[in-house]
Protein backbone atom coordinates (compact mmCIF):
# COMPACT_ATOMS: atom_id res chain seq x y z
CA UNK A 1 0.00 0.00 0.00
CA UNK A 2 1.12 3.29 -1.29
CA UNK A 3 0.15 4.80 2.45
CA UNK A 4 -2.49 4.34 5.09
CA UNK A 5 -5.46 6.23 6.20
CA UNK A 6 -7.79 5.47 8.83
CA UNK A 7 -11.26 6.55 9.01
CA UNK A 8 -12.87 5.37 12.82
CA UNK A 9 -17.06 6.21 12.87
CA UNK A 10 -18.13 4.67 16.70
CA UNK A 11 -21.19 2.51 17.04
CA UNK A 12 -23.72 5.75 17.12
CA UNK A 13 -22.27 7.48 13.75
CA UNK A 14 -22.02 4.01 12.14
CA UNK A 15 -25.93 3.66 13.05
CA UNK A 16 -26.78 7.21 11.53
CA UNK A 17 -24.41 6.15 8.75
CA UNK A 18 -26.60 3.06 7.62
CA UNK A 19 -29.94 5.36 8.44
CA UNK A 20 -33.19 3.19 7.39
CA UNK A 21 -30.96 2.61 3.93
CA UNK A 22 -30.82 -1.37 4.82
CA UNK A 23 -34.76 -1.10 4.25
CA UNK A 24 -34.98 1.31 1.58
CA UNK A 25 -32.19 1.21 -0.62
CA UNK A 26 -29.48 -1.45 -0.11
CA UNK A 27 -28.48 -1.81 -3.52
CA UNK A 28 -27.50 2.17 -3.08
CA UNK A 29 -26.10 1.44 -0.02
CA UNK A 30 -23.69 -0.97 -1.32
CA UNK A 31 -22.83 0.84 -4.39
CA UNK A 32 -21.61 3.53 -1.92
CA UNK A 33 -19.55 1.22 -0.40
CA UNK A 34 -18.25 0.90 -4.39
CA UNK A 35 -17.57 3.92 -4.65
CA UNK A 36 -15.28 4.42 -1.53
CA UNK A 37 -13.62 1.51 -3.32
CA UNK A 38 -12.58 3.35 -6.48
CA UNK A 39 -12.33 6.51 -4.71
CA UNK A 40 -9.34 4.97 -2.54
CA UNK A 41 -7.89 3.71 -5.55
CA UNK A 42 -8.14 6.97 -7.74
CA UNK A 43 -6.16 8.10 -4.61
CA UNK A 44 -3.45 5.54 -4.95
CA UNK A 45 -4.36 2.87 -1.94
CA UNK A 46 -4.73 -0.68 -3.20
CA UNK A 47 -7.88 -1.35 -1.82
CA UNK A 48 -10.38 -0.47 0.86
CA UNK A 49 -10.44 -2.62 4.29
CA UNK A 50 -14.17 -1.94 6.28
CA UNK A 51 -14.62 -3.25 9.51
CA UNK A 52 -17.96 -2.13 11.09
CA UNK A 53 -20.01 -2.50 14.00
CA UNK A 54 -23.00 -3.16 12.58
CA UNK A 55 -25.08 -3.93 15.99
CA UNK A 56 -26.95 -0.93 16.23
CA UNK A 57 -28.72 -1.60 12.83
CA UNK A 58 -30.19 -5.40 13.70
CA UNK A 59 -31.76 -5.03 16.70
CA UNK A 60 -34.70 -6.18 15.44
CA UNK A 61 -35.97 -9.06 13.36
CA UNK A 62 -36.95 -7.14 10.62
CA UNK A 63 -33.93 -5.06 10.72
CA UNK A 64 -32.06 -7.75 10.58
CA UNK A 65 -33.54 -9.29 7.62
CA UNK A 66 -33.16 -5.86 6.05
CA UNK A 67 -29.79 -5.94 6.97
CA UNK A 68 -29.29 -9.70 5.75
CA UNK A 69 -29.87 -8.44 2.40
CA UNK A 70 -27.27 -5.81 2.50
CA UNK A 71 -24.61 -8.68 3.71
CA UNK A 72 -24.98 -10.38 1.22
CA UNK A 73 -25.01 -7.43 -1.61
CA UNK A 74 -21.79 -7.06 0.24
CA UNK A 75 -20.68 -10.36 -0.09
CA UNK A 76 -20.87 -10.38 -4.15
CA UNK A 77 -18.73 -6.84 -4.24
CA UNK A 78 -16.63 -8.38 -2.19
CA UNK A 79 -16.12 -11.57 -4.05
CA UNK A 80 -16.32 -9.54 -7.57
CA UNK A 81 -13.87 -7.15 -6.82
CA UNK A 82 -11.42 -8.16 -5.29
CA UNK A 83 -10.13 -4.98 -3.78
CA UNK A 84 -12.33 -4.45 -0.35
CA UNK A 85 -12.21 -6.67 2.52
CA UNK A 86 -14.96 -6.77 5.54
CA UNK A 87 -15.33 -7.65 8.42
CA UNK A 88 -18.60 -7.24 10.45
CA UNK A 89 -18.87 -7.01 14.23
CA UNK A 90 -21.38 -7.81 16.51
CA UNK A 91 -22.19 -7.38 20.14
CA UNK A 92 -22.72 -10.72 21.83
CA UNK A 93 -23.91 -9.55 24.91
CA UNK A 94 -26.68 -7.35 23.03
CA UNK A 95 -28.02 -10.00 20.44
CA UNK A 96 -29.29 -13.42 20.77
CA UNK A 97 -27.76 -16.13 19.81
CA UNK A 98 -29.98 -16.89 16.88
CA UNK A 99 -29.31 -14.04 15.80
CA UNK A 100 -25.65 -14.01 15.84
CA UNK A 101 -26.29 -17.36 14.23
CA UNK A 102 -27.76 -15.70 11.43
CA UNK A 103 -25.82 -13.20 10.53
CA UNK A 104 -22.60 -15.38 11.02
CA UNK A 105 -24.53 -17.88 8.49
CA UNK A 106 -24.02 -14.84 5.72
CA UNK A 107 -20.37 -14.53 6.07
CA UNK A 108 -17.40 -16.51 4.71
CA UNK A 109 -16.43 -17.37 8.11
CA UNK A 110 -18.00 -16.26 11.52
CA UNK A 111 -15.02 -15.83 15.13
CA UNK A 112 -15.52 -17.33 17.62
CA UNK A 113 -18.12 -20.51 17.30
CA UNK A 114 -18.41 -20.60 13.59
CA UNK A 115 -22.12 -20.90 12.41
CA UNK A 116 -23.25 -24.56 11.32
CA UNK A 117 -23.82 -22.96 7.69
CA UNK A 118 -22.63 -20.22 5.37
CA UNK A 119 -24.81 -19.18 2.69
CA UNK A 120 -22.55 -16.85 0.59
CA UNK A 121 -21.98 -15.14 -2.70
CA UNK A 122 -19.42 -17.56 -4.84
CA UNK A 123 -17.95 -16.21 -8.48
CA UNK A 124 -20.32 -16.09 -11.57
CA UNK A 125 -23.07 -14.98 -9.66
CA UNK A 126 -23.28 -18.25 -7.69
CA UNK A 127 -23.87 -19.02 -3.75
CA UNK A 128 -22.19 -21.20 -1.70
CA UNK A 129 -23.78 -23.20 0.74
CA UNK A 130 -21.31 -25.04 2.72
CA UNK A 131 -21.52 -27.04 6.55
CA UNK A 132 -24.11 -28.61 7.88
CA UNK A 133 -27.85 -27.95 7.34
CA UNK A 134 -30.40 -29.79 9.88
CA UNK A 135 -33.52 -29.25 11.99
CA UNK A 136 -32.02 -26.81 14.26
CA UNK A 137 -30.65 -24.61 11.45
CA UNK A 138 -33.89 -24.28 9.77
CA UNK A 139 -35.13 -20.82 10.91
CA UNK A 140 -31.56 -19.73 10.08
CA UNK A 141 -31.71 -20.82 6.96
CA UNK A 142 -34.95 -19.63 5.66
CA UNK A 143 -34.49 -16.49 7.42
CA UNK A 144 -31.01 -15.91 5.17
CA UNK A 145 -32.64 -17.47 1.99
CA UNK A 146 -35.20 -14.89 2.25
CA UNK A 147 -33.41 -11.92 3.09
CA UNK A 148 -30.76 -12.65 -0.13
CA UNK A 149 -33.20 -13.19 -2.68
CA UNK A 150 -31.33 -15.51 -4.94
CA UNK A 151 -33.95 -15.80 -7.65
CA UNK A 152 -33.07 -12.19 -9.17
CA UNK A 153 -31.87 -13.42 -12.22
CA UNK A 154 -33.93 -16.91 -12.56
CA UNK A 155 -32.60 -19.99 -11.02
CA UNK A 156 -30.08 -19.94 -8.14
CA UNK A 157 -26.95 -21.94 -8.41
CA UNK A 158 -25.08 -22.88 -5.46
CA UNK A 159 -21.98 -24.31 -5.18
CA UNK A 160 -23.09 -27.57 -2.60
CA UNK A 161 -19.63 -29.15 -3.02
CA UNK A 162 -18.81 -28.07 0.74
CA UNK A 163 -22.26 -28.87 1.68
CA UNK A 164 -21.03 -31.69 4.51
CA UNK A 165 -25.17 -32.36 5.62
CA UNK A 166 -28.40 -31.47 4.56
CA UNK A 167 -31.40 -33.17 6.02
CA UNK A 168 -34.56 -33.51 4.08
CA UNK A 169 -36.42 -30.58 6.05
CA UNK A 170 -33.55 -27.94 4.84
CA UNK A 171 -34.00 -29.56 0.91
CA UNK A 172 -38.16 -29.41 1.78
CA UNK A 173 -36.98 -25.26 3.13
CA UNK A 174 -35.20 -24.70 -0.06
CA UNK A 175 -37.52 -26.26 -2.73
CA UNK A 176 -40.86 -24.31 -0.98
CA UNK A 177 -38.78 -20.91 -1.21
CA UNK A 178 -38.00 -22.35 -4.99
CA UNK A 179 -41.60 -22.89 -5.52
CA UNK A 180 -43.11 -19.58 -4.73
CA UNK A 181 -40.35 -17.93 -6.68
CA UNK A 182 -41.40 -20.26 -9.82
CA UNK A 183 -37.78 -20.97 -10.06
CA UNK A 184 -35.36 -23.33 -9.63
CA UNK A 185 -32.63 -24.02 -7.31
CA UNK A 186 -29.54 -25.65 -8.73
CA UNK A 187 -27.12 -27.60 -6.35
CA UNK A 188 -24.06 -28.19 -8.13
CA UNK A 189 -21.42 -30.87 -6.88
CA UNK A 190 -23.22 -32.17 -4.06
CA UNK A 191 -22.79 -35.73 -2.60
CA UNK A 192 -24.75 -38.36 -3.75
CA UNK A 193 -26.83 -38.80 -1.00
CA UNK A 194 -28.11 -35.03 -1.63
CA UNK A 195 -29.52 -36.58 -4.86
CA UNK A 196 -31.23 -39.62 -3.63
CA UNK A 197 -32.49 -37.44 -0.76
CA UNK A 198 -33.87 -34.90 -3.74
CA UNK A 199 -35.66 -37.49 -5.38
CA UNK A 200 -37.22 -39.05 -1.84
CA UNK A 201 -38.73 -35.86 -0.89
CA UNK A 202 -40.05 -34.87 -4.40
CA UNK A 203 -38.32 -31.74 -4.37
CA UNK A 204 -39.10 -31.13 -8.24
CA UNK A 205 -37.93 -27.35 -7.45
CA UNK A 206 -34.59 -28.64 -6.43
CA UNK A 207 -31.82 -29.91 -9.26
CA UNK A 208 -28.62 -31.55 -8.14
CA UNK A 209 -25.75 -31.34 -10.68
CA UNK A 210 -22.65 -32.83 -10.39
CA UNK A 211 -19.33 -31.99 -12.53
CA UNK A 212 -20.72 -28.78 -13.23
CA UNK B 1 -62.91 -50.02 2.14
CA UNK B 2 -65.17 -47.85 0.31
CA UNK B 3 -66.23 -48.44 -3.54
CA UNK B 4 -64.02 -46.40 -5.04
CA UNK B 5 -61.27 -46.86 -2.45
CA UNK B 6 -58.65 -49.57 -2.07
CA UNK B 7 -59.85 -53.19 -3.84
CA UNK B 8 -57.11 -55.64 -2.26
CA UNK B 9 -57.35 -58.85 -4.05
CA UNK B 10 -55.43 -62.46 -3.46
CA UNK B 11 -55.73 -64.33 -6.69
CA UNK B 12 -54.37 -67.99 -5.87
CA UNK B 13 -53.27 -70.16 -9.25
CA UNK B 14 -51.06 -72.93 -10.33
CA UNK B 15 -51.55 -72.55 -13.60
CA UNK B 16 -49.04 -69.47 -15.12
CA UNK B 17 -50.40 -70.28 -18.56
CA UNK B 18 -54.43 -69.94 -17.88
CA UNK B 19 -53.13 -66.71 -15.13
CA UNK B 20 -51.04 -65.04 -17.29
CA UNK B 21 -53.88 -65.19 -20.36
CA UNK B 22 -56.27 -63.51 -17.59
CA UNK B 23 -54.32 -60.96 -16.81
CA UNK B 24 -53.54 -59.36 -19.79
CA UNK B 25 -57.17 -59.10 -20.03
CA UNK B 26 -57.76 -57.69 -17.43
CA UNK B 27 -54.77 -54.93 -18.14
CA UNK B 28 -56.44 -54.48 -21.48
CA UNK B 29 -60.16 -53.91 -20.18
CA UNK B 30 -58.10 -51.33 -17.67
CA UNK B 31 -56.19 -49.62 -20.14
CA UNK B 32 -59.41 -48.98 -22.31
CA UNK B 33 -61.10 -47.60 -18.97
CA UNK B 34 -58.29 -44.65 -17.95
CA UNK B 35 -56.74 -47.13 -15.53
CA UNK B 36 -52.93 -46.98 -15.04
CA UNK B 37 -51.82 -50.54 -14.73
CA UNK B 38 -48.25 -51.62 -12.67
CA UNK B 39 -47.16 -55.00 -12.91
CA UNK B 40 -44.64 -56.47 -11.40
CA UNK B 41 -44.35 -60.03 -11.70
CA UNK B 42 -41.37 -62.96 -12.22
CA UNK B 43 -39.98 -63.16 -15.21
CA UNK B 44 -41.18 -65.94 -17.32
CA UNK B 45 -44.85 -64.78 -15.53
CA UNK B 46 -44.68 -61.15 -16.86
CA UNK B 47 -43.04 -61.92 -20.61
CA UNK B 48 -46.36 -64.52 -20.67
CA UNK B 49 -48.14 -61.82 -19.94
CA UNK B 50 -46.52 -59.54 -22.36
CA UNK B 51 -47.24 -62.10 -25.15
CA UNK B 52 -51.03 -62.29 -24.61
CA UNK B 53 -51.11 -58.45 -24.27
CA UNK B 54 -51.94 -56.47 -27.41
CA UNK B 55 -49.84 -54.28 -29.07
CA UNK B 56 -51.26 -50.54 -27.93
CA UNK B 57 -51.57 -51.73 -24.07
CA UNK B 58 -50.68 -49.10 -21.66
CA UNK B 59 -48.67 -50.65 -18.87
CA UNK B 60 -45.81 -50.14 -16.71
CA UNK B 61 -43.80 -53.07 -15.72
CA UNK B 62 -41.65 -52.92 -13.07
CA UNK B 63 -38.77 -55.88 -12.13
CA UNK B 64 -40.04 -58.12 -9.76
CA UNK B 65 -36.57 -58.37 -7.74
CA UNK B 66 -35.96 -54.70 -7.50
CA UNK B 67 -39.19 -53.70 -5.90
CA UNK B 68 -39.89 -57.02 -3.82
CA UNK B 69 -36.55 -57.13 -1.90
CA UNK B 70 -37.57 -55.25 0.69
CA UNK B 71 -41.06 -54.62 2.05
CA UNK B 72 -40.53 -50.36 2.23
CA UNK B 73 -39.12 -50.58 -1.85
CA UNK B 74 -42.74 -52.63 -2.48
CA UNK B 75 -44.31 -49.57 -0.70
CA UNK B 76 -42.20 -46.75 -2.40
CA UNK B 77 -42.99 -48.27 -5.85
CA UNK B 78 -46.59 -48.68 -5.27
CA UNK B 79 -46.56 -45.38 -3.54
CA UNK B 80 -45.06 -43.35 -6.76
CA UNK B 81 -46.56 -44.84 -8.84
CA UNK B 82 -50.29 -44.58 -7.49
CA UNK B 83 -49.79 -41.04 -6.77
CA UNK B 84 -47.71 -40.03 -10.02
CA UNK B 85 -50.58 -41.76 -12.20
CA UNK B 86 -53.43 -40.30 -9.88
CA UNK B 87 -51.57 -36.56 -10.15
CA UNK B 88 -51.71 -37.16 -14.09
CA UNK B 89 -55.49 -37.87 -15.39
CA UNK B 90 -55.45 -41.51 -14.17
CA UNK B 91 -58.93 -42.41 -12.81
CA UNK B 92 -57.67 -45.72 -11.20
CA UNK B 93 -54.42 -47.39 -10.43
CA UNK B 94 -53.99 -51.11 -11.05
CA UNK B 95 -51.38 -52.85 -9.58
CA UNK B 96 -50.65 -56.34 -10.20
CA UNK B 97 -47.61 -57.86 -8.62
CA UNK B 98 -46.32 -61.60 -7.19
CA UNK B 99 -44.28 -61.52 -4.13
CA UNK B 100 -41.91 -64.62 -3.57
CA UNK B 101 -42.54 -65.93 0.05
CA UNK B 102 -39.72 -68.07 0.64
CA UNK B 103 -40.71 -69.80 4.10
CA UNK B 104 -38.23 -67.74 5.79
CA UNK B 105 -38.89 -66.20 8.86
CA UNK B 106 -38.79 -62.53 7.34
CA UNK B 107 -41.95 -63.75 5.55
CA UNK B 108 -44.00 -62.05 8.21
CA UNK B 109 -42.60 -58.80 7.04
CA UNK B 110 -44.89 -58.86 3.21
CA UNK B 111 -47.53 -60.17 5.74
CA UNK B 112 -47.18 -57.30 7.40
CA UNK B 113 -46.79 -55.22 4.19
CA UNK B 114 -50.05 -56.38 2.88
CA UNK B 115 -51.90 -55.64 5.78
CA UNK B 116 -49.85 -52.09 6.04
CA UNK B 117 -51.32 -51.40 2.24
CA UNK B 118 -54.69 -52.35 3.30
CA UNK B 119 -54.15 -49.23 5.66
CA UNK B 120 -52.13 -46.63 3.65
CA UNK B 121 -54.21 -46.90 1.13
CA UNK B 122 -57.64 -47.32 2.01
CA UNK B 123 -58.80 -44.37 0.58
CA UNK B 124 -57.07 -44.14 -3.02
CA UNK B 125 -58.40 -45.76 -6.11
CA UNK B 126 -56.17 -48.52 -6.24
CA UNK B 127 -56.51 -51.92 -7.04
CA UNK B 128 -53.93 -54.05 -6.09
CA UNK B 129 -53.97 -57.47 -6.94
CA UNK B 130 -51.65 -59.94 -5.26
CA UNK B 131 -50.96 -63.29 -6.69
CA UNK B 132 -50.09 -66.18 -4.99
CA UNK B 133 -48.48 -69.08 -6.84
CA UNK B 134 -49.90 -72.41 -4.85
CA UNK B 135 -47.12 -74.74 -6.29
CA UNK B 136 -44.87 -72.59 -3.97
CA UNK B 137 -46.68 -71.68 -0.78
CA UNK B 138 -46.69 -73.29 2.29
CA UNK B 139 -50.13 -73.45 4.30
CA UNK B 140 -49.49 -71.06 6.83
CA UNK B 141 -48.58 -68.56 4.34
CA UNK B 142 -51.82 -69.36 2.11
CA UNK B 143 -53.47 -69.08 5.33
CA UNK B 144 -52.10 -65.46 6.25
CA UNK B 145 -52.43 -64.25 3.31
CA UNK B 146 -56.03 -64.60 2.97
CA UNK B 147 -56.27 -63.31 6.42
CA UNK B 148 -54.60 -60.38 5.10
CA UNK B 149 -56.70 -59.62 1.89
CA UNK B 150 -59.92 -58.47 2.21
CA UNK B 151 -61.02 -60.68 -1.28
CA UNK B 152 -59.73 -64.09 -2.04
CA UNK B 153 -59.88 -65.77 -5.32
CA UNK B 154 -58.79 -68.94 -7.51
CA UNK B 155 -59.37 -72.46 -6.22
CA UNK B 156 -57.46 -73.73 -3.12
CA UNK B 157 -56.49 -77.19 -4.00
CA UNK B 158 -58.80 -79.87 -2.02
CA UNK B 159 -55.85 -81.06 0.09
CA UNK B 160 -55.02 -77.93 1.05
CA UNK B 161 -54.30 -77.71 4.79
CA UNK B 162 -55.48 -74.55 5.46
CA UNK B 163 -58.09 -73.38 8.61
CA UNK B 164 -59.09 -70.33 7.25
CA UNK B 165 -58.11 -69.08 10.42
CA UNK B 166 -55.48 -66.92 11.19
CA UNK B 167 -54.82 -64.18 14.52
CA UNK B 168 -53.63 -60.64 12.75
CA UNK B 169 -52.19 -59.84 15.72
CA UNK B 170 -49.19 -62.84 15.13
CA UNK B 171 -48.20 -61.28 11.97
CA UNK B 172 -46.07 -58.72 13.93
CA UNK B 173 -42.64 -58.70 12.62
CA UNK B 174 -40.30 -58.73 15.46
CA UNK B 175 -38.51 -55.43 16.11
CA UNK B 176 -34.39 -55.27 15.51
CA UNK B 177 -32.11 -57.08 17.44
CA UNK B 178 -29.35 -55.76 18.90
CA UNK B 179 -25.73 -57.40 20.01
CA UNK B 180 -25.85 -58.52 23.43
CA UNK B 181 -22.40 -57.19 23.88
CA UNK B 182 -21.58 -53.68 25.30
CA UNK B 183 -21.99 -51.35 23.19
CA UNK B 184 -19.53 -49.05 21.07
CA UNK B 185 -21.09 -45.68 21.18
CA UNK B 186 -23.97 -44.15 23.50
CA UNK B 187 -24.65 -41.02 23.86
CA UNK B 188 -27.66 -39.45 26.36
CA UNK B 189 -29.57 -35.94 26.30
CA UNK B 190 -29.46 -35.24 22.79
CA UNK B 191 -31.00 -31.96 22.16
CA UNK B 192 -30.12 -31.76 18.54
CA UNK B 193 -29.21 -33.93 15.94
CA UNK B 194 -25.76 -32.40 15.06
CA UNK B 195 -24.11 -33.36 18.81
CA UNK B 196 -25.78 -37.38 17.64
CA UNK B 197 -23.61 -36.61 13.89
CA UNK B 198 -20.62 -35.92 15.66
CA UNK B 199 -20.56 -38.77 18.36
CA UNK B 200 -21.11 -40.76 15.64
CA UNK B 201 -18.93 -39.85 13.72
CA UNK B 202 -15.86 -41.11 16.02
CA UNK B 203 -17.17 -44.64 15.22
CA UNK B 204 -17.69 -44.42 11.42
CA UNK B 205 -13.94 -42.70 11.53
CA UNK B 206 -13.05 -46.48 12.15
CA UNK B 207 -13.05 -48.11 9.32
CA UNK B 208 -17.41 -47.34 8.42
CA UNK B 209 -16.33 -44.70 6.68
CA UNK B 210 -18.33 -46.01 3.30
CA UNK B 211 -21.21 -46.01 5.27
CA UNK B 212 -20.67 -42.08 6.50
CA UNK B 213 -23.17 -40.45 4.64
CA UNK B 214 -26.42 -43.17 4.64
CA UNK B 215 -25.48 -43.51 8.72
CA UNK B 216 -25.61 -39.32 9.46
CA UNK B 217 -29.02 -38.94 7.55
CA UNK B 218 -30.24 -42.07 9.19
CA UNK B 219 -28.96 -40.67 12.75
CA UNK B 220 -30.13 -37.29 12.19
CA UNK B 221 -33.84 -37.78 11.14
CA UNK B 222 -34.06 -40.11 14.28
CA UNK B 223 -32.66 -38.51 16.77
CA UNK B 224 -34.70 -34.58 15.13
CA UNK B 225 -38.12 -36.98 15.08
CA UNK B 226 -37.08 -38.46 18.79
CA UNK B 227 -36.25 -34.44 20.21
CA UNK B 228 -39.36 -33.44 17.97
CA UNK B 229 -41.99 -35.97 18.85
CA UNK B 230 -40.71 -36.92 22.03
CA UNK B 231 -40.18 -35.28 25.49
CA UNK B 232 -36.94 -32.99 23.46
CA UNK B 233 -34.11 -35.63 24.44
CA UNK B 234 -32.91 -38.32 23.00
CA UNK B 235 -30.83 -41.33 23.57
CA UNK B 236 -28.46 -42.71 21.12
CA UNK B 237 -26.52 -46.11 20.56
CA UNK B 238 -23.96 -47.83 18.45
CA UNK B 239 -22.64 -51.22 17.66
CA UNK B 240 -20.14 -51.71 14.78
CA UNK B 241 -19.10 -54.49 13.43
CA UNK B 242 -17.11 -55.95 10.29
CA UNK B 243 -20.22 -55.62 8.13
CA UNK B 244 -21.60 -52.47 9.19
CA UNK B 245 -23.10 -50.84 11.95
CA UNK B 246 -26.70 -50.89 14.50
CA UNK B 247 -28.13 -47.99 15.52
CA UNK B 248 -30.37 -47.55 18.09
CA UNK B 249 -32.43 -44.26 18.94
CA UNK B 250 -34.64 -43.79 21.78
CA UNK B 251 -37.04 -40.94 23.53
CA UNK B 252 -39.25 -40.92 26.05
CA UNK B 253 -41.75 -39.52 24.71
CA UNK B 254 -45.73 -40.84 24.17
CA UNK B 255 -44.59 -43.44 21.87
CA UNK B 256 -45.48 -43.55 18.01
CA UNK B 257 -49.16 -44.57 17.66
CA UNK B 258 -49.51 -45.30 13.95
CA UNK B 259 -48.68 -49.19 13.93
CA UNK B 260 -47.69 -48.98 10.48
CA UNK B 261 -45.53 -46.14 10.82
CA UNK B 262 -41.89 -47.17 9.33
CA UNK B 263 -44.31 -48.35 6.27
CA UNK B 264 -46.22 -45.57 5.55
CA UNK B 265 -45.42 -43.16 2.99
CA UNK B 266 -44.75 -39.21 3.46
CA UNK B 267 -47.86 -37.12 2.80
CA UNK B 268 -47.02 -33.37 2.82
CA UNK B 269 -47.58 -31.50 5.00
CA UNK B 270 -49.68 -33.68 7.73
CA UNK B 271 -46.60 -36.38 7.77
CA UNK B 272 -42.76 -35.91 7.61
CA UNK B 273 -40.68 -38.16 5.80
CA UNK B 274 -37.78 -38.58 8.37
CA UNK B 275 -38.70 -42.15 8.86
CA UNK B 276 -39.40 -42.95 5.72
CA UNK B 277 -36.06 -41.69 4.53
CA UNK B 278 -34.46 -43.30 7.34
CA UNK B 279 -36.08 -46.68 6.55
CA UNK B 280 -34.96 -46.30 3.09
CA UNK B 281 -31.35 -45.84 3.55
CA UNK B 282 -31.45 -48.51 5.87
CA UNK B 283 -31.06 -52.03 5.21
CA UNK B 284 -33.22 -53.19 8.19
CA UNK B 285 -35.44 -50.92 10.68
CA UNK B 286 -38.19 -51.66 13.24
CA UNK B 287 -40.17 -49.37 15.05
CA UNK B 288 -41.03 -50.63 18.87
CA UNK B 289 -42.92 -48.95 22.00
CA UNK B 290 -40.39 -48.81 24.82
CA UNK B 291 -41.11 -49.33 28.39
CA UNK B 292 -42.72 -47.68 29.98
CA UNK B 293 -42.99 -44.96 27.47
CA UNK B 294 -41.46 -43.71 24.24
CA UNK B 295 -40.55 -44.73 20.72
CA UNK B 296 -37.48 -47.27 19.95
CA UNK B 297 -36.17 -47.24 16.45
CA UNK B 298 -33.62 -49.62 15.53
CA UNK B 299 -31.49 -49.57 12.34
CA UNK B 300 -28.72 -52.00 10.49
CA UNK B 301 -26.72 -50.48 8.18
CA UNK B 302 -24.47 -52.05 5.94
Known amino acids: MAGRQVVVLDRDQTTAFYGDRPTTDPDGLVREFAQLVEDAIARGYTGLAVSVDATGVVTSPADRAAFARVEHLADRMIRSSGTITGMCLYDAEELSSDALDQLGSLHQSRWPFDTAFHLCASGDHRLRLDGELDHASLEALDLSWTAIDPFVDGDAVVDASKLDFVDQRSLRVLDAHAAAAGHRIILCDAKPIVERLVELVDARHLVVLNGS | ?302
Open chain 2, 1 to 302: MTEDGLHHLAVFYDDPAAIAECIAQTIEHDSRHGTAVLVCLPETLADAVVRHCGPDVDVTFLPADNRYARPIQAMRGLWDFTTKALDSGATRVHSIGQIGFSGAANDVEWHWYERAVNDVFAHLPLTATCLLDLRQLSPSNIERAMATHPVVKGDLPPDCAVHHECDLETLVPAPLAVPTRPVDLSVDDLTDPRSARRALRQVLDDGHEHLADRAQVIVSELVTNAILHGDGHATLRCWTDEAGLTVQVSDDGPGIEDPFASLRPPALPVRGAGLWISHLEATQLSVARRDPHGTVVTARID
